[in-house]
């Protein structure tokens, strides 16, 4: 049923519902495109979350370049994700605002592992 109640949601376009998809289609199913098109489009409704998500997502992956100055490899130890979630002085502007991004998404994994939202 909960299902259901997501589709109709997303049917009606409702902001967050977008911004679900959109989150899960760029950062977990690798479709940029649409992902960063629904959550566009939940920010253009004026949806917070989406708004400040959108906005990042544009300025790391539509940016100049890549820098050498962070790790971005996902750590296969959990005793070592303090490094991964620390903030140094001597990052860039892009590597800064992808660990803030990840911090930011850190709550939103959960729904991503229950539902797969490409049905909808």
């Given amino acids: 049923m909960p ?15 977008l911004y679900i998809k959109g989150v899960q289609f760029f950062y977990s199913l690798d479709l940029y495109e649409e ?3 629904l ?5 253009d409704a004026g949806y917070e979350r ?8 544009q300025a790391i992956f539509e940016g100049e370049g890549k820098c050498q100055c962070a790790n971005l490899v996902q750590r296969q130890c959990h005793c070592l994700k303090h ?4 903030k140094d002085d001597n990052l860039c502007n892009r590597c ?3 660990k803030e991004l990840g911090l930011f998404l850190r709550d939103f994994e ?3 592992l229950l539902r797969d939202t490409r049905k909808w």
Wanted: with cysteine; glycine share 2%; hydrophobic share 40%.
């Fill in 3 to 17: 299902s259901e109640l997501l589709k109709a949601c997303y049917d009606e376009e409702n902001p967050s519902t």
């Fill in 35 to 37: 992902g960063l098109s």
């Fill in 39 to 43: 959550m566009k489009r939940a920010a």
């Fill in 50 to 57: 989406a708004v400040y998500t959108h906005a990042i997502t």
């Fill in 83 to 86: 490094i991964d979630v620390t």
């Fill in 96 to 98: 800064f605002w992808i």
């Fill in 110 to 112: 959960p729904i991503s």
